[in-house]
């Protein structure tokens, strides 16, 4: 490499890596501004694989914004330059990506299908890191399916890999897609189990100082004491909203609600910090539930609305 080729690879490189910091702290259209700048770069000097890493960051970023059409058209432009240098590596972080958005918009087969991919690519070149994302990520879809014996052993597996490797990042997630099947599992029953998860991540979440990390164990712990909170009756004939407070059962507390409330509204206002469209969503469509629960219905419809006009 000479040093014409080393000062545009470089220039590049710098540019990716700002761009990937920036996405990471909600800057995406900095985020966005650099990877351009990097994609512009690598096409001039016909640089095939650096545009394929372009590609691909700025199809991480489009996804941060949840611009769904973009992230495909970014994803499988980056697949085909992969496939045609022959990148396994590069070929499989496509393939998620395009799960990936499938899964946020609610295709749980194809979102299975693309990440299943990954997954085969990363288990053949050894990308053992790579392969706890992808197993997470099966794992998540698995749970949205109802499929909780399948997503038990992807996440288990997902487990044993990252603490072999050291991962704390994907172990964070995993905690969290842990305590998520559990939830989902047994409802009100059980939800210990699922509080050790969410302890586990936002512990993780705070040793790795991820933002991001800390609102999603919000979320989950916000969720776990929303499920133990009893839904209230229906309304009676010439009842009003407001006219009741809702039963307490046996041996309950007070506190789960001041809790729930208190975890959703932190995890919220970290979400929209960060500028994460997909996770403001889904906090407003579980915090639509809390309030529901507590007579508060315009409450509930005006923060369901709020996740209907993000999704």
Known sequence: MNQYEFDYKRIIQILHSRSEV???????????????????????????????????????????IS??????????????????????????SSLNNIGLVHYCLGDYPRALEYCSKSLKIREEIGDRRGQTTSLNNIARGYIEQGEWARAREYLTRTEKIASEI????????????FGELILAETAKKGTENAKIYAEESLKLADELKSKLGKAEALLLQ??????????????????????????????????NWQIADSRFKEAISIFEELKQPFEIAKAYYYYSEMPKVKGERKTAVDYLQKAKEIF
């Open 22 to 64: 920036f996405n990471l702290i909600g800057r995406n259209d900095h985020g966005l501004k650099d990877i351009r700048k990097g994609l512009k770069i690598a096409r001039k000097y016909g640089d095939k694989k650096s545009e394929a890493d372009c590609l691909l960051q700025l199809s991480e970023i489009y996804h941060s």
């Open 67 to 92: 611009k769904y059409e973009q992230t495909l058209s970014s994803a499988k432009a980056s697949l085909l330059m992969y496939q045609e240098i022959n990148d396994k590596r590069g070929e499989a």
């Open 166 to 177: 050291g991962e704390k990042e994907v172990l964070r997630r995993a905690a969290v897609s």
């Open 222 to 255: 916000a969720r776990i004491e929303a499920a133990q909170i009893p839904l209230n009756p229906p309304l009676l004939k010439g009842e009003s909203e407001g006219d009741f407070s809702p039963p307490l059962e046996k041996g309950e507390s007070k506190g």
